[in-house]
C-alpha cells in the first residue's frame, strides 16, 4: 500500500487511476492538483481525491506515487515545476498517449531522477473526458504500455506492474519507439481518418441530408470524430512522423482499392475485398502482443 499518491490533473485518466487506487485498497490518501480550481474542488466533492493542492509541487510533496495525467504537450512544463521533489524511490508515472516525446521531455528535465520515472500508457478512455465522467472500472481489462528507459529502476518498473495489474490490467512493455510507431498505426491514424472523412462528408452542399441518413454503421465509423480536439492535436503533432508514415500506408493501399473500381476489375476488387475481410475476421483484440 502506498501513503500518498499524488494525482497531477485531476480528468477522467487521472480521476479514474485515483477512484481505482481507493477501491483496490492501494493507497490511503489522495492529493490532487489541476490548473482549474473548480475541478479539484469537484474532485474533492466526489470523493476522487482527498485534498485539493494548490500546486503540483504540493501534489508531489509527501507522495510515494505521482500520476501525471496532463496533456502530452504539457509534460515537460509539469516535469520542471515539480522535479525537485522527485525523489529516490517515489514512483512516478505518465498516462500519456504518447511515449518519445514524454521521454525526451523528462531526460531534458529530471536529471539524475529519471530513475524514478515509469513512462505508461493506459489503453482505456471515454467519449467524454473530465472528472465527473471518472471511473474506478476505467482500467480493468485493458491493456498498459509501459516503456522504461535504461536508466529507469527495475524495482520501480516492477512496482509500476504490480499497481497496474492490481486495478485489473494487463501490462506489457515495449520501447518508446515500437509504442509510437505501433499506436500511430492502431489508434492515431485511424483519429485522423475520421476527423478527415466525418468533414469529408459535412461540409458537401447535402452533406446534413447525407448525415441524416447515416445508421450504425457510420456512426460506429465515425465515433472517435467526436473525441477532445486539444488531446488529439497534441497526439498528432507529438507523433506526426509516425502519423505520417502510416497516412502514406493508408493512401497506397486506398490507391490500390480505387484503382480496381476504376478500371471495372470486379474479380481483383472482390478477391482484395475477400481477403481484407478474412484478415479482419481473424483479428482479435489485444493480440498478437505488440513488439517489446
Known amino acids: 500500500m502506498f501513503n500518498q499518491l499524488g494525482v497531477i ?39 476522487v481525491i482527498d485534498v485539493a493542492a494548490e500546486s503540483a509541487l504540493l501534489a508531489v510533496s509527501g507522495s510515494d506515487i505521482v500520476l501525471l495525467a496532463v496533456p502530452v504537450a504539457a509534460t515537460e512544463a509539469t516535469l520542471k515545476a515539480v522535479k525537485h521533489l ?36 493506459p489503453i482505456a478512455g471515454k467519449e467524454s473526458g473530465g472528472i465527473q465522467h471518472a471511473d474506478a472500472t476505467l482500467y480493468q481489462g485493458r491493456q498498459v504500455i509501459l516503456t522504461p528507459l ?3 529502476d527495475p524495482v520501480l518498473v516492477q512496482r509500476a506492474t504490480d499497481v497496474w495489474s492490481a486495478l485489473g490490467s494487463q501490462v506489457l512493455k515495449m520501447t518508446p519507439e515500437n509504442h509510437d510507431a505501433a499506436f500511430a498505426a492502431v489508434s492515431h491514424l485511424p483519429h485522423l481518418l475520421a476527423f478527415a472523412f466525418f468533414e469529408a462528408v459535412a461540409r458537401q452542399p447535402a452533406g446534413r441530408d447525407y448525415l441524416s441518413l447515416g445508421g450504425p454503421g457510420f456512426r460506429d465509423f465515425t465515433r472517435i470524430a467526436g473525441s477532445d480536439p486539444a488531446v488529439w492535436r497534441d497526439i498528432l503533432i507529438a507523433n506526426k512522423a509516425e502519423v505520417l508514415a502510416q497516412s502514406q500506408r493508408f493512401r ?29 475476421s481473424h483479428w482479435h483484440m489485444g493480440a498478437p502482443r505488440p513488439r517489446r
Open 252 to 280: 497506397a493501399a486506398l490507391d490500390e482499392l480505387e484503382a480496381a473500381i476504376s478500371s471495372g476489375d470486379a474479380a481483383a476488387l472482390e478477391a482484395r475485398i475477400r481477403a481484407i475481410s478474412q484478415a479482419r
Open 86 to 121: 522527485v525523489s529516490q524511490g517515489v514512483l512516478f508515472m505518465d498516462v500519456g498517449s504518447t511515449k518519445c516525446d514524454v521521454v525526451d521531455a523528462a531526460r531534458r528535465t529530471l536529471g539524475n531522477r529519471l530513475d524514478s520515472f515509469v513512462p505508461a500508457h
Open 9 to 47: 490533473g485531476c480528468g477522467l485518466m487521472g480521476g479514474s487511476f485515483a477512484l481505482a487506487m481507493k477501491k483496490a485498497g492501494l493507497v490511503k490518501r489522495v492529493i490532487g492538483y489541476s490548473k482549474s480550481p473548480s475541478t479539484t474542488e469537484t474532485a474533492k466533492r466526489l470523493g
Open 150 to 152: 535504461p536508466q529507469t
